[in-house]
């Protein structure tokens, strides 16, 4: 059975800082990655999608990497701002049109 | 361009009510479904649907019924509400077509049982 585990489950960072989201899961044979962004009392936005023939995604400041057989994804935000504070949530897809999320890390970042 | 849209935001049933979540998307997403999320539990899946005409249970079915009579709609009913089904409800979409299995998510409904 698929897991998905994200460490740590909070993290408080100054302002400016880079900083490394981690999410590692069991089973290495997943069709895709996908990371998104909560903010309190909201839906889920989609931040990157990395395909399992992919080894990184990028999007601005953010940056993403799988190392699918060691079942593992970082997520890395170049200098954090206050606006980045935010629940970010890992999920992977096992292509049998499910996908698996880990319970995600809140991220504050410190003004 | 709506993507996923959910009604309603908000909801307070009394135990033992029935009533229908709704979730609409104008992408023409072949995959949908549905999501609760609890505190320390993260995202489970309810029901899922590959296509019209076609479901299937997730991880946590039980006391929840779907149905998918179009590509565009897939609604979640909560036969007998119980406390235990106080959360807040996500629907997704999906298509291989974009290449490869990107989910969008509604905005959530956020539902009481007392």
């Known amino acids: 059975k698929q897991e998905v585990t994200q460490i740590p489950a909070a993290l408080s960072v100054p302002e400016g800082e880079n900083l490394v989201l981690n999410c590692s899961f069991t089973?290495?044979?997943?069709?895709?990655l996908q990371w998104f962004r909560q903010d309190p009392g909201k839906g889920l936005t989609s931040l990157l999608l990395i395909q399992s023939s992919q080894r990184e995604q990028t999007s601005g400041r953010l940056n993403a990497s799988l190392d699918k057989s060691s079942g593992r994804s970082t997520l890395y935000i170049a200098a954090s701002q206050p606006g980045d504070s935010a629940t970010y949530l890992c999920a992977v897809s096992t292509g049998d049109d499910k996908i698996i999320f880990g319970k995600g890390t809140r991220l504050h970042i410190l003004p | 361009n709506a993507g996923v849209t959910q009604t309603p935001k908000f909801q307070v049933l009394k135990t033992g009510q029935s009533m229908t979540l709704q979730c609409a998307q104008d992408m023409n997403h072949e995959y949908m479904s549905w999501y609760r999320q609890d505190p320390g539990m993260g995202l489970r899946l309810i029901h899922y649907?590959?296509?019209?005409?076609?479901?299937d249970q997730g991880e946590v079915p039980n006391g929840y019924n779907v149905s998918r009579s179009t590509t565009e709609d897939f609604p979640l009913r909560l036969l007998s509400a119980a406390p235990s089904q106080t959360s807040v409800y996500f629907c997704?979409?999906?298509?291989?077509?974009?290449?490869?299995?990107?989910?969008?998510f509604g905005s959530g409904t956020r539902l009481t049982v007392v």
């Open positions: 997704a979409s999906s298509t291989p077509a974009d290449g490869g299995f990107g989910y969008t």
């Open positions: 089973d290495s044979a997943i069709y895709n």
């Open positions: 649907s590959v296509g019209a005409g076609i479901t």
